[in-house]
């Protein structure tokens, strides 16, 4: 891939399918192991759920930003919605036994849980998440990471 | 692929053989369409089996407890049968692993039914 690639997307469930396809062939692309693969698309599937549903509520006026960047160590995945920016504090601990048998409010557990780093900024006009996994070893680019 | 559910009898209990990916919109509505559907009919001995199951995300996790939650708070009882590597991962990290009861084998998945 390209140091940086970026996509405009509508707020449609179709999108979660595209973002959840991209990193699958990106994160392929770039050398990333099976289980790896499935973490990265894993864990953009659920920034898309989250942009697409509680960011954007499927407002057709209203647009995902997904971008992928490769960088010397890292994949940086960025996922932009047009919100009115996420509230963190009001997010409750899905693994708090009297939120086990919730059946929402995991999305945001998976990305930390499978991302290295997971970095969410909330604001008035939306919010942005940043995803970040270490390149480890042999990479598509051929060259070297830093283990 | 999508998901294809099934639906058979066993002694009395309701085996429903899922395939494919249970994920956001049309997997988890057939999910969880397909359990309201068996608990009105009457059926609450439910096995899920998973074992055709590739690909699950946080929606198709909670159409699994909620499909758990239904079943219990009517009566019955729901059991899931052969996880997928994938699948077992996730409800592990969840911690929902040992909320399930989970079975490896279908024979003793029947039977464990009171």
């Given at each position: 891939m390209e140091q940086t690639v970026s996509y405009t997307l509508d707020s449609t469930l179709e999108t979660v399918d595209h973002a959840e396809e991209k990193a699958t062939r990106i994160a392929t692309e770039l050398g990333f192991g099976e289980d790896e693969v499935m973490q990265i698309s894993m864990a953009v599937r659920e920034g898309a759920v989250n942009a697409v549903l509680?960011?954007?509520?499927?407002?057709?006026?209203k647009k995902v930003v997904l971008s992928f960047e490769r960088t010397a160590e890292d994949l940086v995945i960025t996922i932009r919605d047009q919100?009115?920016?996420?509230?963190?504090?009001?997010?409750?601990?899905?693994?708090?036994p009297e939120n086990?048998?919730?059946?929402?409010?995991?999305g945001i557990f998976l990305m930390r849980s499978f991302m290295d780093v997971v970095e969410i900024r909330p604001s008035q006009t939306g919010t942005e998440i940043k995803l970040i996994k270490h390149v480890h070893g042999q990479s598509a680019g051929g060259k070297e990471g830093s283990q | 692929m999508s998901m294809k559910l099934s639906v058979r009898q066993v002694d009395g209990v309701t085996i429903v053989d899922c395939s494919g990916r249970i994920t956001l919109g049309e997997g988890s509505v057939m999910m969880r369409d397909t359990v309201r559907d068996l608990l009105a009919k009457g059926?609450?001995?439910?096995?899920?089996?998973?074992?055709?199951?590739n690909y699950i995300d946080s929606s198709g996790i909670g159409e699994l407890v909620s499909a758990f939650t239904t079943t219990k708070n009517q009566g019955g009882e729901l059991k899931l049968l052969h996880l997928t590597k994938k699948v077992h991962d996730l409800l592990q990290i969840t911690k929902l692993y040992t909320v399930f009861d989970v079975k490896d084998d279908e024979a003793a998945a029947v039977k464990g039914f009171k």
């Open positions: 509680h960011g954007n509520a499927y407002a057709p006026d919100g009115k920016g996420i509230d963190l504090g009001g997010i409750p601990n899905p693994l708090a086990l048998l919730k059946t929402s409010g995991r | 059926n609450k001995k439910i096995v899920l089996n998973l074992g055709e199951v």
